[in-house]
């Protein structure tokens, strides 16, 4: 079975500065492994996804992530914070190869950025 | 392209009332997908079809019902809601399952 767990519900930040969300997954087989984004009041977009192709994605608004198998992570940076990355970031993770799958969620960070 | 719409917006019910939650897709998505969002648990699977004409249940089903219309619409019931069901729901759909999920704007329930 696959899980996702993000370390830190809340992350801080100031306007310019590295932005650094956690993601680590548990998978029994390689996986497929995506970040979303929610803006308030908003449904969930996708910002990247690594489907075992490059280990270093990028992906829209400046984002980008590094899938590391030693580490079992797939954490999201940004060099520049900017005031309209306040946002709810989550991390996914699936299985392909298996079937049908489901994405698995982690539990959200909530971004903050202060000028 | 409208995208993934979904159906009301929000929603106030009192305990035992039934509703449906409606949700269509223009993308030909082979697949579609209810979720439900609460603080602090992230999205959490009701129920999805892999494709037109099945359904099966995710991780919390009970208390819902779904059915796939057709290709395009994907509807979600509560038959006798509870406090319980009080969440912001998602619905969500893609060409396949390892693919990109597009998510609707979302349904704001209350259950009073």
């Known amino acids: 079975a696959q899980s996702v767990t993000q370390l830190g519900s809340h992350v801080s930040v100031s306007e310019g500065a590295l932005v650094l969300l956690r993601c680590n997954y548990s998978?029994?087989?390689?996986?497929?492994l995506f970040w979303y984004v929610q803006y308030p009041n908003q449904g969930l977009q996708l910002l990247l996804k690594?489907?075992?192709?490059?280990?270093l994605v990028k992906g829209i608004n400046g984002f980008e992530a590094e899938f590391k198998k030693s580490e079992t992570s797939f954490h999201l940076t940004k060099p520049s914070a900017h005031m309209s990355d306040a946002a709810e970031y989550f991390c996914?993770?699936?299985?392909?190869?298996?079937?049908?799958?489901?994405?698995?969620f982690g539990t959200g960070t909530r971004l903050l950025v202060s000028p | 392209n409208a995208g993934v719409t979904q159906t009301p917006k929000f929603q106030v019910l009192k305990t035992g009332q039934s509703m449906t939650l409606q949700c269509a897709q223009d993308?030909?998505?082979?697949?579609m997908y209810w979720y439900r969002q609460d603080p602090g648990m992230g999205l959490r699977l009701i129920y999805y079809?892999?494709?037109?004409?099945?359904?099966d249940k995710g991780e919390v089903p009970n208390g819902y019902n779904v059915s796939r219309l057709n290709k395009r619409e994907f509807s979600l019931r509560l038959e006798s809601a509870a406090p319980s069901q009080t969440s912001v729901y998602f619905c969500?759909?893609?060409?396949?399952?390892?693919?990109?999920?597009?998510f609707g704007p979302g349904t704001r329930l209350t259950v009073l």
């Open positions: 993308m030909n998505h082979n697949s």
């Open positions: 079809s892999a494709s037109e004409g099945t359904t």
């Open positions: 996914a993770v699936s299985a392909p190869n298996t079937g049908f799958q489901k994405l698995v």
């Open positions: 969500a759909g893609s060409w396949s399952s390892t693919d990109t999920q597009y």
């Open positions: 998978s029994s087989v390689p996986p497929y």
């Open positions: 690594y489907t075992s192709a490059a280990t």
